[in-house]
């Protein structure tokens, strides 16, 4: 089941990241609502995921190094998101710009095997009683 469509300002969080992110969307993307809506394709590091304050996972060269050079002492670095391709499993009911659009239920991986989540779609459903 899909959850709430992700839109410009969403929240991230990467299992190995020390903080969340907010999502960017570019605006390339129409929609009838004031935010830019996000389809599965909208991976890109940086671009559209930017970084989560540090990271803690071995599997990244950076944290491998430092960590070896405190003698074994877990060492977060800076972190560089490296996303393993597109959000999964996307909502093929709806398509934008010619992919799924991207749900709240939808993750990406990171590289350095890190889960990537969205924590708040950025949108909300309002009913007015």
């Known amino acids: 089941m899909s959850g709430?469509?992700?839109c410009m300002g969403?929240?991230?969080m990467c299992s190995f990241g020390v903080a969340p992110s907010t999502m960017v969307v570019l605006p390339v993307h129409q929609t009838v609502t004031?935010?830019?809506a996000a389809n599965i394709g909208d991976s890109a590091p940086i671009m559209n995921i930017p970084p989560f304050g540090a990271c803690t996972s071995l599997a990244n060269p950076t944290v491998a190094s430092a960590t070896?050079?405190?003698m074994g002492v877990l060492t977060p670095m800076p972190c560089v998101p490296a996303p393993?391709?597109?959000w999964v499993p996307g909502n093929p009911k709806v398509i934008l710009k010619?992919?799924?659009t991207l749900d709240a239920s939808c993750?990406?991986?990171c590289s350095w095997g890190g889960l990537i989540q969205i924590i708040?779609?950025?949108q909300f459903k309002v009913i007015d009683a």
């Open 34 to 36: 004031p935010m830019p």
């Open 120 to 122: 708040n779609p950025g």
């Open 84 to 86: 393993a391709g597109p």
């Open 107 to 109: 993750k990406a991986t």
């Open 98 to 100: 010619g992919m799924p």
């Open 68 to 70: 070896a050079a405190a």
């Open 10 to 12: 969403a929240t991230l």
């Open 4 to 6: 709430p469509q992700v």
